[in-house]
């Protein structure tokens, strides 16, 4: 699976921004997807994931109530639509891909990443 994050850009405190992902996947229904980021300085954190169908989301708590995430399988395509960013929110971006089954939040169940988007905060 290749993954292709885009969307990322400057921003002022208080705006907006919508990440895609797009997936080169036969069967893009078939995969958790997730949301993860990196500052600098920092580890990479959980973000957000969502279930095949896009039933099930779940998100870390810095973000709850301001992001959501979403998918289109017919476009094989994942969203994160971003509100109420913060400077905290600066990172490099990461779209993921898990075959795990079901939602989770720990990276080292991703098996495929994209190449990252960044997302800088301005305040």
């Known amino acids: 699976v290749q993954l292709q994050a885009s969307g990322g850009g400057l921003v002022q405190a208080g705006g907006s921004l919508r990440l895609s992902c797009a997936a080169s996947?036969?069967?893009?229904?078939?995969?958790?997807m997730g949301w993860f980021r990196q500052a600098p300085g920092k580890e990479r954190e959980f973000v957000a994931t969502?279930?095949?169908?896009?039933?099930?989301?779940l998100y870390a708590d810095s973000v709850k109530g301001r992001f959501t995430i979403s998918r289109d399988n017919a476009k094989n395509t994942v969203y994160l639509q971003m509100n109420s960013l913060e400077s905290e929110d600066t990172a490099v971006y990461y779209c993921?891909?898990?075959?795990?089954?079901?939602?989770?939040?720990?990276?080292?169940?991703?098996?495929?990443w994209g190449q990252g988007t960044q997302v800088t905060v301005s305040s």
């Open positions: 969502i279930s095949g169908e896009g039933g099930r989301t």
């Open positions: 996947a036969r069967t893009f229904s078939f995969y958790i």
């Open positions: 993921a891909a898990s075959v795990a089954g079901f939602i989770v939040a720990h990276a080292s169940t991703y098996a495929y």
